[in-house]
């Protein structure tokens, strides 16, 4: 690596009760993957280094002492060096620190636009919606001011959300088989930090050797037991999950993943509809995505 380990009393500790998501994920990340911030063009280059050493999982670093105020070069120096698409940052204000979610091959992008293209298309079939019912948000850096940010793999949400700091109602994030924690603290992560406005997450992990996927659907719900004022009103849960295998065999407690309208749309209707795919229209997915994988 070219930066430098940061030192014990900066990294970061998942102990305390009170630790955020971001300190949870954090403590995840292995001591060799932790760094002091020196440049951008050092970070990009260990970021390159990464990439061209042919791994095909994903791979986290955390690194301290960089501000927000340096992200937008940073994202220019990505773009310049063609990585953006293999890069995914969370970042926490309070503690100058961020997390690289670094991914070196193309496949969750090929998962992640398949997807949204059959969810869109689902939603195009709504009576009384079409194509631009929704919009894509990509991979735009979502933020609460002055206190976190977020980057996304896929997202949409309805159209009349309009301008940079609209949040999406439906987020899709893709991992591969060594980074099904992180992927759950990131469900976690949209539910919780953007206010409602995220209120679906699919997630999505890829395995090779033999080839499957794992989808896991996340909303927020209601406590089990009687809320108090001490409980929590909603958390962030697992709805559903879809286990697929190589020759497209689904399993699960479901037969259809379901995203409810009301997670869509913020405006209520008389045509009302949940978008659904079926176990058969899973497996379908699957088996195509295991074609383009190959």
């Not at 994202?75 to 995914?88: M, N």
């Not at 949409?156 to 591969?176: D, F, K, Q």
């Not at 699919?202 to 996927?213: E, G």
Request: aromatic share 10%.
């Amino acid at each position: 690596m070219l930066l430098d380990l940061i030192s014990p009393e900066r990294r970061p500790s998942a102990r305390n009760r009170g630790a955020t998501l971001f300190e949870i994920q954090a403590a995840l990340i292995p001591e060799q993957n932790r760094f002091l911030y020196q440049s951008t063009q050092e970070l990009v280059l260990t970021i390159q280094t990464i990439i061209d050493s042919g791994s095909a999982e994903e791979y986290f670093i955390y690194f301290h002492g960089i501000s927000d105020s340096e992200f937008d070069t940073f994202e220019e120096e990505l773009r310049k060096a063609r990585l953006h698409s293999s890069v995914r940052l969370t970042f926490e204000n309070a503690l100058d620190a961020a997390i690289l979610r670094i991914m070196p091959r193309s496949e969750h992008h090929k998962v992640g636009v398949n997807l949204f293209t059959e969810i869109t298309a689902k939603i195009a079939s709504i009576p009384s919606h079409g194509s631009r019912s929704v919009q894509w948000f990509g991979a735009t850096q979502l933020q609460i001011p002055r206190v976190r940010s977020k980057e996304g793999d896929q997202a949409l949400g309805p159209a009349t959300r309009a301008g940079w700091s609209a949040w999406p109602s439906v987020m899709i994030e893709l991992g591969y088989s060594g980074g099904l924690d992180f992927l759950r603290l990131d469900a976690k992560w949209w539910l919780i930090n953007s206010g409602g406005k995220t209120r679906f997450v699919i997630l999505v992990q890829i395995m090779r050797n033999p080839f499957s996927l794992r989808f896991e659907c996340w909303k927020m719900i209601p406590p089990g037991r009687r809320q108090t004022r001490q409980t929590r009103a909603w958390i962030p849960e697992q709805v559903q999950d879809f286990n697929i295998d190589e020759e497209g065999v689904v399993t699960s407690a479901s037969r259809k993943l379901s995203i409810p309208y009301d997670c869509i749309f913020d405006e209520p209707s008389d045509n009302a509809s949940d978008v659904v795919l079926t176990n058969v229209e899973l497996s379908s997915f699957a088996l195509r995505m295991f074609n383009f994988l190959q």
